[in-house]
């Protein structure tokens, strides 16, 4: 590996890190600041997810269009800004009419777990897009996996370091952290796409990525953003005590991306998505209906860890079908109907909590889910794909 591609993987990894850490504790602090200090109801929460999965959505969309036809690195140094900002800007008021707009501009989705970029996500097609240019095909599930366990430890970090603070204070703080990878992303030495608009060459595959992703995150939004608001509400359970649980399951989902390789040298892309995410949809069912607070954390901590343990190799998969010059809008297209989709979800989600129906939302997950896996089956069979793989590609001369 050149010299110089190593020191813009280090340069990416110690950003993603920053960030993770930041999210990690505005995952923790955001619901309680909201719930407890301001005596907001849930269904304000879900607003506020609902409006910032919209702002994620256009965001990763927007940039993911200008990765592609203007540069990979002024759009990350701009879309990485704007988690600080926004954390600076929740710390400097309690009005809903000034925490909204910042929510948006951080993504405080909530959709995803910590490993899985669920602050900030607009600015992970980005990452993503440049990452696959710095690796090989056949290494780059090995890499996903690397930099989404470091996430994922990064932002159970995040929650663990949340515990003493108060919970205003944790918002500067996350500014802080988060702004402090931005520098050296001047330095990165990527190469700019020649994309350009017009047809996509790969956009049947775009399309079944893009709507299992748009099942994926209808179900992450109806459950996902409430499952800390569940032990606020339900359980009573104290910030300090809810951030160990919140470390604990980002841990262990961060180990299980390492899994990754693995998972998918056994049983293939297909495979591995059917097995990990059908079994965190059993026990998410099982999740409401158990009244007993031990195994209810159990849950919490084991369920997210197989929603993500597959995720690197649907990104390296969705790398290797798509045409690397409409990989940034690929991306882009993909989280805009994951974020659209889950942002329904969560408003659903939030006026079944305020209504005390608890269990719903859970149910509904198992049913779309169950879709989503069928749709992965008959999209994609069980064999990787070569590049390109895609019958629009003989359309675009």
Known sequence: MA???KRDIDILAVSRVTRSIAAGMINVAFPYYILKDLHYGAFVIGLIYVFATIATAVFGFLSGFTTDVWGKRGTLVITSALLPVSAVLVFLSQSLWLIIPAAMLGGYSATGSLAGGGIGGAVQPIQNTILSDLTDPEKRTNYFSVFTFLAGVAGALGALLAKPFDVRQIFIIAAVISAIGIPALFYLS???S??????LKTKSTIGKFSLTGMLNGFSQGLVVPFLIPFFVLVYHVPKNEMSAYVFASGLLGSFALLAAPLLEKLFGFVKSIVISRGLGMILF?????????PLAVVIYVIAPALRVIALPIQQSEMTRRVDENELGRALGINQVTRLAASSLATLLGGIFLDAALFELPFFIYGGVMTGNLYLYTRFFGTKKAPIPDDEDAAEVK
């Open 194 to 199: 020649t994309g350009k608009i017009g047809v």
């Open 3 to 5: 010299n110089s591609t």
């Open 190 to 192: 990527v190469k700019d």
């Open 285 to 293: 069912i099982i999740f409401p209906i158990i009244h007993y607070l």
